[in-house]
């Protein structure tokens, strides 16, 4: 097999560990309202679990404040119950015709706490990373086409795009949790 290949495969697949972990951590409140934390959650409508944003309009009348306005009213009870099984930390409040979510400010305990919990995800993402590069690294050295040099050359490669990866983990992992700690 080419180096481009194994390069595509390996770029293709740890894109999709970076995306995974970009969602992960979009669902980290920083005390900002933010329409991903509920958009993801899935309501049984009329037996189907859908998720909320294609069952409502979601917005951000306010820093603190995330406003569902269903386009079913009758689905106003299910998204609302659903909401409040998910035990988001927030205030939930049934208007009737919309259901608005107010977000209490963090603390400074909540904030460290939140930014422990970071890491696990941050070594996740790594590992992840990691087990592709080990992955792609055996399909090299098991192809009997290649010469010592040219096995070298894509170890080599393969080396520098994981640190890349990696790289942006990290990158992505600060913002965040400068994002966390900026009351």
Known sequence: ?????????????????????????????????????????KVDYYGTLTPIEQLSSISVPQAQQILIKPFDLGSVKDIYSTIVAHNLSVQVVNEGHQIRLTFPPLTTDRRKELVKGLSKSIEEAKVGIRLIRQEVNKE????????????????????????????????????????LMTV
């Not at 969602?23 to 309202?33: D, E, H, M």
């Not at 170890?155 to 994981?162: F, M, T």
């Open 140 to 179: 090299i050295k098991k192809d009997d086409d290649l010469t010592e040099d040219q096995e070298k050359k894509y170890l080599d490669e393969v080396q520098k795009i994981v640190d890349k990866k990696i790289e942006i983990i990290n990158k992505i992992a600060n913002e965040k949790e400068k994002d």
């Open 1 to 41: 097999m080419e180096l481009d290949l194994y390069l595509l495969d390996l770029e293709e697949r740890s894109e999709k560990v970076i995306d995974t972990f970009e969602k992960k951590l979009s669902k980290i409140s920083t005390g900002r309202a933010n329409p991903q934390l509920v958009s993801y959650i």
